[in-house]
C-alpha cells in the first residue's frame, strides 16, 4: 500500500517563498506524481504534476513561473516550491501518485493515492 505524507505548510505572508515535500512509501516510486490543492468552498484543482524520469512537468496557468515540481527519486521525494506566494495560493495542497506506466495529466482521477494535505495559508 503506497503512502504518501505531505510537509511543509504553513502561515506565510504574500510574495514569501514555501517549499513542500511529499514523501512516499510501501511501493516503488516509478509513477507520475502531482499536487493538487483545494482552498474552502471550492473544488480540488491541479497545481503541477512531473513524470518519474526525464522529466516532464506541468504546472497550472496560475502558478506558471511562480512554483517549481521537482522530485528526488533516490529519496522517494518530490517537491513543489513556491515563490511570490498570494492570498489565492491559500489552501489545503496534496500529494498524488499515479497508476504505472500512465500518462502524465492534470486530472485528478488520473491518481490513485493522496496525501492527508498540508495547509499554506498566505497572509496579504
Known amino acids: 500500500q503506497v503512502q504518501l505524507v505531505e510537509s511543509g505548510g504553513g502561515l506565510v505572508l504574500a510574495g514569501d517563498s514555501l517549499r513542500l515535500s511529499c514523501a512516499a512509501s510501501g511501493g516503488t516510486f516509478t509513477r507520475n506524481m502531482g499536487w493538487f490543492r483545494q482552498a474552502p468552498g471550492k473544488e480540488r484543482e491541479f497545481v503541477a504534476a512531473i513524470s518519474w524520469s526525464s522529466p516532464t512537468t506541468y504546472y497550472a496557468d496560475s502558478v506558471k513561473g511562480r512554483f517549481t515540481i521537482s522530485r528526488d527519486n533516490a529519496k522517494n521525494t518530490v517537491y513543489l516550491r513556491m515563490d511570490s506566494l498570494k492570498p489565492e495560493d491559500t489552501a489545503v495542497y496534496y500529494c498524488?501518485?499515479?497508476?504505472?506506466?500512465?500518462?502524465?495529466?492534470?486530472?485528478?482521477?488520473?491518481?490513485?493515492?493522496w496525501g492527508q494535505g498540508t495547509q499554506v495559508t498566505v497572509s496579504s
Open positions: 498524488a501518485i499515479a497508476p504505472y506506466g500512465s500518462a502524465l495529466s492534470v486530472a485528478s482521477n488520473d491518481y490513485r493515492y
